[in-house]
């Protein structure tokens, strides 16, 4: 069964790679292409449909009835390899190289401000638990994995499982300490990094305690 489950799969594969090096393409040229039965390829582009990843087009001809052809959908490429932080990596290099890491560093912190101006908004009128509620959806939507909860002392812990920009983080480090900045200036509280995947850790870890506000008090007369 498990067999069968890997060759369906294999097939499904296939059929996305004639699609994207070849496509648009009927039935019968993905089944020429294949050499498996109009049916067998029928069945799985059905399926690759049905989850989004394939669409149909109507092409009408001179003579005869209309021809379905199939495509792979915006959806479908993120089947496909990626090597953005490759391109990332290079460019920060170039930069590096040319003027130097300051200059890399001035890219990072500007990012740092962009992401403060946009997601300051969502922290407003809230309390810090609520903040931190709000920062790991912010952080789970960009594909950290993040988690929180709250300590017996009331401090919170966030926890991110998965970092995207992994591969510049470990080459650049102000990447992880712009990020931190930015946890401390959304929250408004003090956050402390415990543990880093860039530097071999299991996760990213982060301690989030209250800032004691100072009590003002009216000048005496």
Same mark, same amino acid.
């Given at each position: 069964m498990a067999k069968k489950g890997q060759e369906s799969g294999s097939t499904r594969r296939m059929i996305m790679t004639l699609l994207k090096m070849k496509g648009p393409l009927t039935i019968g040229a993905l089944a020429e292409e294949l050499g498996i039965t109009e049916m067998g390829v029928r069945?799985?582009?059905?399926?690759? !449909?049905?989850? $989004?990843?394939?669409?149909?087009?109507? =092409? @009408?001809?001179?003579?005869? /009835?209309?021809?379905? =052809?199939? $495509?792979? *959908?915006?959806?479908? %490429?993120?089947?496909?390899?990626? $090597?953005?932080? +490759?391109?990332?990596?290079?460019?920060? /290099?170039?930069?590096?190289?040319?003027?130097?890491l300051d200059a890399v560093n001035v890219l990072f912190e500007g990012r740092r401000r962009r992401m403060l101006a946009q997601y300051t908004p969502m922290m407003q009128n809230r309390d810090l638990e609520q903040r931190v509620a709000e920062l790991s959806a912010i952080q789970n939507a960009g594909g950290y994995m993040a988690e929180w909860s709250k300590e017996e002392d009331g $401090?919170? =812990?966030?926890? %991110?499982? +998965?970092?995207?920009? /992994?591969? =510049?983080? *470990?080459?650049? @480090?102000?990447?992880?300490?712009?990020?931190?900045?930015?946890? %401390?200036?959304?929250?408004?509280?003090?956050?402390?990094?415990?543990?880093?995947?860039? !530097?071999?850790?299991?996760?990213? /870890?982060?301690?989030? *305690?209250?800032?004691?506000?100072?009590? *003002?008090s009216e000048n005496s007369k």
């Open positions: 069945r799985h582009v059905l399926q690759l !449909e049905q989850e $989004s990843l394939a669409k149909t087009k109507v =092409v @009408r001809q001179a003579m005869g /009835r209309p021809m379905h =052809v199939y $495509s792979l *959908t915006e959806r479908a %490429e993120d089947h496909f390899p990626k $090597s953005y932080h +490759n391109l990332a990596l290079e460019l920060l /290099r170039e930069l590096d190289h040319g003027s130097g $401090s919170y =812990v966030m926890r %991110e499982y +998965n970092c995207p920009i /992994r591969q =510049v983080a *470990t080459q650049y @480090r102000k990447a992880c300490q712009c990020e931190q900045h930015l946890f %401390e200036e959304l929250l408004d509280a003090k956050v402390t990094r415990s543990e880093c995947m860039a !530097e071999g850790g299991q996760c990213c /870890r982060y301690a989030i *305690t209250p800032v004691k506000k100072e009590k *003002t």
